[in-house]
């Protein structure tokens, strides 16, 4: 199993900047992806942006050059950076890992934190 501990949401007005951190934990040596997913109102959750082991990234279109993802190693912890927030960055962020398991992948999620975006 792995416990996922996020932090960093809240209220920013457009333009602004908020940094969410990810901390894993408990059967972590296996993991494969960490990344963070986003879920608007309305809307279907999303993959925002994603970093291997290796340190390959990837991002959804609508974010790229706003936010960078970057993974601490040795803290086992993964930061996405969001900067010239808008309004439609409004949702629900969580974060994800992938990790081999005996049949393969399997996906742990945190608890979710609120990111909203006010005009």
């Known amino acids: 199993q792995v416990q996922l501990v996020e932090s960093g949401g809240g209220l920013v007005q457009a333009g602004g900047s908020l940094r969410l951190s990810c901390a894993a934990s408990?059967?972590?040596?296996?993991?494969?992806?960490m990344g963070w997913y986003r879920q608007g109102p309305g809307k279907q959750r999303e993959l925002v942006a994603a970093i291997t082991t290796g340190g390959s990234t990837n991002y959804v279109d609508s974010v790229k050059g706003r936010f960078t993802i970057s993974r601490d190693g040795a803290k086992d912890t993964v930061y996405l950076q969001m900067n010239s927030l808008k309004p439609k960055d409004t949702a629900v962020y969580y974060c994800?890992?992938?990790?081999?398991?005996?049949?393969?992948?399997?996906?742990?999620w945190g608890q979710g934190t609120q990111v909203t975006v006010s005009s």
């Open positions: 408990g059967s972590i040596s296996r993991i494969i992806v």
């Open positions: 994800n890992v992938k990790r081999w398991g005996s049949k393969g992948t399997v996906d742990y």
